[in-house]
Nanobody
Framework: QVQLVESGGGSVQAGGSLKLSCTAS?????????MAWYFQAPEKEREMISS???????TYADSVKGRFTISQDNTKKTLYLQMNSLETGDTGMYYC??????????????????????WGQGTQVTVSS
């Protein structure tokens, strides 16, 4: 089984910084091709705010671009989200997620990477003004 364990959430003042971490356990039937961070504001739908693939391609939602940075340490099996210039609108739950994909052949590149196979438990971030 694959498990994702998060840490780093907490309460900060607006303009401050936090760094979230998500460690992945070993084993499991799926091969991860991408990891992502999701954000869910109170009473809002969960949405992806950043992702990073095995080839280090990154994506960012417009709301966090220029403020948040996603990174990964494959040796430590850890995903990070460095959050700077935090705003009150960043208050909510943050979740990490792992995706598996399809290969055209064994050992080949991923042709797709859209199958979510693991969620973290979520960590609360509260930004006060």
């Amino acid at each position: 089984q694959v498990q994702l364990v998060e840490s780093g959430g907490g309460s900060v003042q607006a303009g401050g910084s936090l760094k979230l971490s998500c460690t992945a356990s070993s084993g499991g039937p799926y091969e991860t091709c991408k990891m992502a961070w999701y954000f869910q504001a109170p009473e809002k739908e969960r949405e992806m705010i950043s992702s990073i693939s095995v080839d280090s391609k990154t994506t960012y939602a417009d709301s966090v671009k220029g403020r948040f940075t996603i990174s990964q340490d494959n040796t430590k099996k850890t995903l990070y989200l460095q959050m700077n210039s935090l705003e009150t609108g960043d208050t909510g739950m943050y979740y990490c997620a792992a995706f598996s994909g399809l290969r055209a052949y064994a050992g080949g590149p991923f042709s797709e990477c859209n199958a979510l196979h693991a969620w973290g438990q979520g960590t609360q971030v509260t930004v006060s003004s």
